[in-house]
């Protein structure tokens, strides 16, 4: 959004975060990020104000202003072409989504890096949630070097999905009725075993441990989980906090006092998650969201830190084969390993499909515009 609104030279009002989702949290841009910073780092690029100016915000009062969705993946040419007329006919517009509203691909490279200055600089965290993160570092550090598990088994992350691996009928149920309790999810009939096969499934805690356990993750190592509460985790965890006893999570390294003004607030608690997956030895998602695919590019951009990007179409083969007998634990472990040899954040250009632009690489998972150096495609 601050590229569009410098480059179609409008007044970027600070965002509001979407406050009716699962996690339901109130926090306001102000309350995760140093909003001052923000504002005036970026006041070269564009003009950005903390809310409407006074007559304008009577006009919203008495009449809505007037709202749209812009396209997904749009080039800069759609907003000047269909976009900008709005905004010299109706003076103010709102942008009611404005996630992936702009392209990965195909723009100029001042846009791309304006981009990353904008998500790796301008955009930093407030004093309380920056200064509780680096504690958590710190104290992780203690122990020598960590890798941070971004395991995505959250409820609502099952029940979304609808990947049902492992589930028992009671919780499918469960899960089921939650999908459907929720207007704007997808409630349509899920093939959770298809899913699965197409890796579009997050790995089940159980799944996580043989994948950890073939990558050569070693027992003794400190492992950070950056993850919401794990559905029915009293179950689903035993043999993983079992296997890996030095697997910890922010409730563990902090004192109650310390996390207590992040209660209850979803999304400054994901913040100081991101802090700790940063800066983490090796970062490991286990399914690719938004955050995994942010916490990807922001490491790059630091140096391109390790980051075990899974191939969970190949991963859900192997663990079957492992547990139907046809693989042995040594070849499921060299093909794990094999797998993920070229798959750990190095340099690599972005997957392009400019038809299908859903399914290309993010631009936020690899700002390779903004990396330096980086080697022109023919000597790749």
């Known amino acids: 959004m601050v590229v569009i609104a410098r480059y179609l030279n409008v007044t970027l009002i600070v965002p509001l975060f979407d406050n009716g989702t699962y996690w339901n949290d109130n926090s306001t841009?102000?309350?995760i990020y140093d909003l001052n910073y923000f504002i005036t780092s970026l006041r070269d690029e564009v003009h950005i104000i903390e809310e409407l100016p006074p007559p304008l915000k009577e006009i919203d009062d008495s009449e809505p202003h007037y709202s749209m969705v812009p396209n997904a993946f749009s080039s800069l040419t759609y907003y000047y072409e269909k976009v900008l007329p709005r905004f010299e006919k109706r003076n103010v517009v709102h942008f009611s989504l404005t996630d992936a509203r702009l392209a990965n691909n195909g723009l100029p490279d001042e846009v791309q890096k304006l981009r990353c200055r904008v998500n790796y600089e301008a955009m930093r965290f407030t004093q309380p949630i920056q200064e509780t993160g680096q504690?958590?570092?710190?104290?992780?550090?203690?122990?020598?070097?960590f890798v941070v598990l971004h395991l995505r088994y959250e409820k609502d992350m099952v029940s979304f999905t609808g990947c049902v691996e492992g589930l028992t009928p009671q919780e499918i149920k469960?899960?089921?009725e939650m999908r459907y309790s929720y207007d704007d999810w997808k409630h349509k009939g899920i093939n959770s075993k298809r899913r699965r096969q197409e890796g579009s499934c997050p790995l089940t805690p159980e799944e996580t441990l043989l994948v950890?356990?073939?990558?050569?993750?070693?027992?003794?190592?400190?492992?950070?989980?950056?993850?919401?509460?794990?559905?029915?985790e009293e179950k689903r965890m035993v043999n993983l906090t079992m296997t890996y006893p030095n697997l910890v999570r922010k409730e563990v390294v902090l004192q109650p006092w310390?996390?207590?003004p992040f209660l209850n607030h979803a999304d400054q608690m994901a913040a100081l998650d991101y802090i700790?997956?940063?800066?983490s030895d090796i970062f490991i998602p286990t399914f690719g969201g938004n955050m995994a695919k942010s916490v990807e590019g922001h490491r790059r951009y630091l140096g391109f830190k390790p980051t075990i990007l899974l191939d969970r179409m190949a991963l859900v083969k192997l663990i079957d084969g492992y547990r139907d007998g046809t693989l042995d634990w040594d070849e499921f472990s060299l093909l794990v390993k094999q797998y993920h040899e070229d798959r750990i954040g190095k340099p690599a250009r972005r997957m392009e499909?400019?038809?299908?632009?859903?399914?290309?690489?993010?631009?936020y998972a690899n700002p390779q515009e903004c990396l330096h150096p980086f080697p022109p495609a023919d000597q790749q």
């Open 29 to 31: 841009f102000a309350d």
């Open 135 to 145: 504690k958590i570092v710190r104290r992780l550090r203690e122990n020598g070097p």
């Open 174 to 176: 469960e899960v089921t």
């Open 212 to 232: 950890l356990q073939g990558l050569g993750i070693e027992k003794s190592s400190t492992i950070y989980i950056a993850a919401g509460r794990i559905y029915n």
């Open 258 to 260: 310390e996390l207590r």
């Open 276 to 279: 700790v997956a940063i800066e």
């Open 353 to 363: 499909n400019p038809d299908k632009p859903r399914y290309e690489d993010f631009f």
